[in-house]
């Protein structure tokens, strides 16, 4: 599934063909995706100039002159093509510029969703009114951390893919920053100490960085909007490397399956 890294690749993707740009032809060429498609898409943005693309969490956004933003999330299998040399079946959403751009949404499972709303609504939205920060942004604090796990029990890996505590992190980018920080993913949240938080808050945006300058991680269908593959994953430190070495101390790297997510650490280091 595409995750932060890999939403924010896209739209970094987007945005030189689309931001300022008028939309002379909207198409979606199906109903639903996830779940409906608003049916008054077409006659909302056709004409319309986009003025601004962001990340909200796994969401893109694209702004639009009409006080509109549009929101995509991308599933299992999504991603976005730019200047695509043929529409395919999988195409399900096509935007036109008046540059003569076309962006093409595929997502071959459907898992994927868009919405149409009026944009001062955006963090009213139920998917967004609980999220917590943006583990890029500045809010993301060891004190803050701190009061967030204060107590807890459940694994600290659990906890952070908690979308309430932060927005946006997955299964493969908590592995690999709790291997940065040195910390045992099955450790209860409120037994962190506070030298292996702020390790933690450090290890969080410097994973994620990485991922975005790599172009994110290419598993199964992801490709960035230009159609190249992101390289992200030849650097995993654990994350799909059972029974090889950690890159800290050589120590072997475990797995174990919880709620059909894999957990990859090393027990040598990650204590």
């Given at each position: 599934m595409p995750e932060l890294p890999e939403v924010e690749t896209t739209v970094r993707g987007l945005?030189?063909?689309l931001e300022g740009q008028r939309l002379t032809r909207?198409?979606?060429?199906?109903?639903?995706?996830?779940r409906a498609i608003p049916p008054d898409l077409r006659q909302r943005l056709t004409g319309a100039t986009v003025t601004q693309l962001g990340r909200r969490a796994k969401y893109g956004l694209i702004g639009t002159d009409r006080g509109d933003t549009l929101i995509f999330h991308l599933g299992m299998s999504g991603r976005w093509r730019i200047d695509?040399?043929?529409?395919?079946?999988?195409?399900?959403?096509?935007?036109?510029?008046?540059?003569?751009?076309?962006?093409?949404?595929?997502?071959?499972?459907?898992?994927?969703?868009?919405?149409?709303?009026?944009?001062?609504?955006?963090?009213?939205?139920?998917a967004f009114?609980?999220?917590?920060?943006?583990?890029?942004?500045?809010?993301?604090?060891?004190?803050?951390?701190?009061?967030?796990?204060?107590?807890?029990?459940?694994?600290?890996?659990?906890?952070?893919?908690?979308?309430r505590v932060v927005a946006g992190l997955g299964n493969i980018y908590v592995c690999e920053a709790l291997n940065l920080a040195r910390i045992d993913p099955r450790k209860p949240g409120g037994g962190i100490s506070t030298p292996a938080l702020k390790r933690l808050v450090a290890a969080i945006p410097d994973v994620l960085d990485a991922a975005i300058e790599a172009g994110g991680s290419t598993l199964r269908?992801?490709?960035?909007?230009?159609?190249?593959?992101?390289?992200?994953?030849?650097?995993f430190r654990v994350y799909g490397r059972e029974g090889k070495q950690c890159p800290y101390d050589k120590g072997i790297i475990q797995r174990q399956v919880d709620g059909g997510r894999s957990?990859?650490?090393?027990?040598?280091?990650?204590?």
């Amino acid at each position: 599934m595409p995750e932060l890294p890999e939403v924010e690749t896209t739209v970094r993707g987007l945005r030189p063909v689309l931001e300022g740009q008028r939309l002379t032809r909207v198409e979606a060429r199906r109903a639903d995706l996830r779940r409906a498609i608003p049916p008054d898409l077409r006659q909302r943005l056709t004409g319309a100039t986009v003025t601004q693309l962001g990340r909200r969490a796994k969401y893109g956004l694209i702004g639009t002159d009409r006080g509109d933003t549009l929101i995509f999330h991308l599933g299992m299998s999504g991603r976005w093509r730019i200047d695509p040399g043929e529409i395919g079946k999988h195409d399900h959403l096509l935007l036109e510029t008046e540059a003569g751009h076309v962006l093409a949404l595929n997502d071959p499972r459907r898992f994927g969703s868009l919405d149409l709303v009026p944009t001062a609504t955006v963090e009213d939205l139920p998917a967004f009114r609980a999220l917590g920060p943006e583990p890029l942004g500045p809010a993301l604090t060891v004190a803050y951390l701190s009061g967030k796990l204060d107590g807890r029990i459940a694994p600290i890996k659990l906890l952070l893919l908690d979308q309430r505590v932060v927005a946006g992190l997955g299964n493969i980018y908590v592995c690999e920053a709790l291997n940065l920080a040195r910390i045992d993913p099955r450790k209860p949240g409120g037994g962190i100490s506070t030298p292996a938080l702020k390790r933690l808050v450090a290890a969080i945006p410097d994973v994620l960085d990485a991922a975005i300058e790599a172009g994110g991680s290419t598993l199964r269908d992801y490709a960035r909007p230009d159609g190249e593959l992101g390289y992200f994953s030849k650097q995993f430190r654990v994350y799909g490397r059972e029974g090889k070495q950690c890159p800290y101390d050589k120590g072997i790297i475990q797995r174990q399956v919880d709620g059909g997510r894999s957990t990859f650490w090393c027990p040598k280091c990650q204590r």
